[in-house]
C-alpha cells in the first residue's frame, strides 16, 4: 500500500481594501468569492488550495486578493 504522506496545506485568502468591485472574481471563482455592498470578500478565511483562488488572484485587476500558506504564512500568489 503506497501512502501519501504529504498532508494538505491551507491556504488563508483575503481580500484587501484595493478591490474596485469588477467582480472578475466572482466570476472566475464564485466558490471563494461573494460580492457584499459592491466588494468582494473571501467566502471563508481558511480553504484547501485550489486553482481557482491563483486564477482569481492573478486576473484581478487591482491585485486586492492575497493567498498565503495558513501554516506558514508564505505568500502564495505572485507578487505584482
Ligand atoms: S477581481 Fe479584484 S477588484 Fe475585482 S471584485 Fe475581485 S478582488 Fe475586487
Do not use: K
Amino acid at each position: 500500500m503506497s501512502a501519501e504522506t504529504s498532508l494538505p496545506r491551507r491556504w488563508r485568502v483575503r481580500v484587501t481594501e484595493n478591490c474596485a468591485g469588477c467582480g472578475t472574481c466572482v466570476m472566475t471563482a464564485h466558490r471563494y468569492f461573494h460580492l457584499v455592498d459592491g466588494y468582494s470578500q473571501a467566502r471563508n478565511s481558511e480553504i484547501e488550495p485550489d486553482d481557482a483562488v491563483i486564477a482569481a488572484a492573478e486576473l484581478c485587476p487591482m491585485t486586492a486578493i492575497e493567498v498565503v500558506d495558513a501554516d506558514t504564512g508564505a505568500e502564495v500568489t505572485p507578487t505584482p
